[in-house]
């Protein structure tokens, strides 16, 4: 099967990674047989007798497709509240506090409709996942039943995988930090994921982003073939307990031949993202 990538972007996944970090995952799609055309725009769908055939971009290019899949991301409906007199917030998601409460006294909101405080910017921004779902939804329900439940806030973690690489971040980009007032220093290492001599070792690649003033760790994204997800998870712990970089470099990480080596590959980005301090 062929597979095309169109994309206005200058690189895949831009939400997710910075564009060093995403040229790993653009080499893994294209190794794949997927070709990738960026800058460009998908501006119709082709049809004959009612069946999609195809696409016409900006470019006036045409790419005949069996079938298309468009990402649009993700709206919150929140056009009933704001009518209510509920009152909005981040890109029209539903403003709350840490308890979930809306303006609208005894009217709560979670999940995709709702805001989330950014636990790094302590900012509001709408991060539409199933795992902040569950938990504000968790916290809007006891409080509504008369609790005093706290909604600690989020990270920003997200992780997809893509053929045999997993693409996870957590915390701010180097460009994020950046806009947040940091003064941010990054270090990206490429390393592998089980010792040296133990079979079907994978590639990955870590970055690390700390705060040059305060050594506060900010982000980090991680790509890799295995061991992504738990590492982007220590991180993002990290980031809650405002973490400086140079703990992250020291903390006592276990080694086991086949789930890694000797030195943990987080260890090693810490050790020298504070290097640049
Ligand atoms: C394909 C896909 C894959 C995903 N994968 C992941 C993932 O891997 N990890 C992750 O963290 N998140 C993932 N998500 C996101 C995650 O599913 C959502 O963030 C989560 O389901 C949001 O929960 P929610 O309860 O806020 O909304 P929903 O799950 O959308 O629930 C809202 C409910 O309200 C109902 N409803 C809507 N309007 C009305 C109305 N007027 N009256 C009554 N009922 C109404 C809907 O029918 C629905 O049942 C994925 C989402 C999609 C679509």
Redesign the pocket.
Known sequence: MDVTLVEMADHVLPTMLDKNMAKTVERELVDNGVRIILGERVEEILGVDGQVNGIKTNTKREINSDFIVLGTGVKP?SE?ARDAGVELGSANAIKVDEYMKTNIPDVFA????ATARNYITNKDMYL??????NKQ?TVAGENAAGGNAKFRGIAGSAITKVFDLFIGKTGLTKEDALRNGFDPVEEVIEDITRARYYPNNKPIWIKIVADRKSGRVLGSQIVGGEGVKERIDLIALALLLKADVRDLASYDACYVPPASPVWEPVNIAASQAAKRM
């Open positions: 409906n009933i979670a999940g995709d409709c539409p996942l199933g795992t902040t779902a939804g």
